[in-house]
């Protein structure tokens, strides 16, 4: 069964800053893609990147980036330049190449950003 | 840009009562998906659709809940007899296809309120 780790509940970044998310997770299948979405107050989950288990290059997405270190299984997300709109929980998630699976959610991690 | 849309945004109900909520996945979108997110808590996976006929199901997903796609633009999830641990914001979410490399995009939810 997969599971996704986010030890991080809380996280405070200054405004122009980069912050790192972490997240781990785990998978007996060896093909599987790591996800990053964001929730802002409002509610909706907006996807940020993605990550497959088989990429060489981590990804990045503008701001984002994920630290990809499979031998560690971890994914964490590294926003560059903090903006006050970055404010919100950030989910990690995955899903393993198992037919139709579901994605699998961390418990998230709220980040705050301070002007 | 496609986007999935989703229908009410805040649906208050009785306990006991019936309610459907409605889901307009992106147009060429094959595979979809309900989860849902309890206030405060990560989101959790309810259940799959491709074809017409569900792919898979979470032990949440019990026989008080159904999904349909009534034609081709709307899929619904239809609790028979609302409860008032059903309270949690509803996604739906689609996909093109429905390996591990392939994004679900979410809509901005529906808030269920039992009373």
């Known amino acids: 069964a997969q599971k996704i780790t986010q030890t991080q509940p809380g996280m405070f970044v200054q405004e122009k800053e980069a912050v790192t998310l972490d997240c781990t997770y785990d998978?007996?299948?060896?093909?599987?893609?790591l996800f990053w979405y964001k929730q802002p107050s409002s509610g909706e989950m907006i996807f940020l990147i993605y990550?497959?288990?088989?990429?060489?290059q981590n990804a990045t997405e503008g701001r984002y980036s994920l630290n990809f270190q499979k031998a560690r299984k971890s994914a964490n997300l590294v926003i560059s330049a903090s903006q006050l709109g970055d404010s919100a929980m950030y989910f990690c998630?995955?899903?393993?190449?198992?037919?139709?699976?579901?994605?699998?959610f961390g418990k998230g991690t709220r980040l705050s950003v301070i002007a | 840009e496609p986007e999935v849309t989703q229908t009410p945004s805040h649906q208050v109900t009785q306990m006991g009562q019936e309610v459907i909520l409605r889901c307009v996945p992106i147009s060429n979108h094959l595979y979809f998906y309900w989860y849902r997110q309890i206030l405060g808590q990560k989101v959790e996976f309810l259940v799959s659709?491709?074809?017409?006929?569900?792919?898979?199901k979470s032990e949440i997903f019990d026989d008080q809940f159904s999904v349909e796609r009534p034609d081709g633009s709307n899929f619904t999830l239809k609790i028979r007899s609302t409860k008032l641990e059903d309270s949690a914001m509803y996604f739906c979410?689609?996909?093109?296809?429905?390996?591990?490399?392939?994004?679900?995009?979410f809509g901005p939810g529906t808030r269920l309120t039992v009373l």
């Open positions: 990550q497959g288990s088989y990429d060489q």
């Open positions: 998978t007996s299948d060896p093909s599987y893609g």
């Open positions: 659709f491709y074809n017409n006929e569900i792919s898979e």
């Open positions: 979410a689609s996909s093109v296809q429905a390996d591990h490399i392939d994004t679900q995009y």
């Open positions: 998630a995955m899903r393993d190449a198992s037919g139709n699976t579901p994605l699998v």
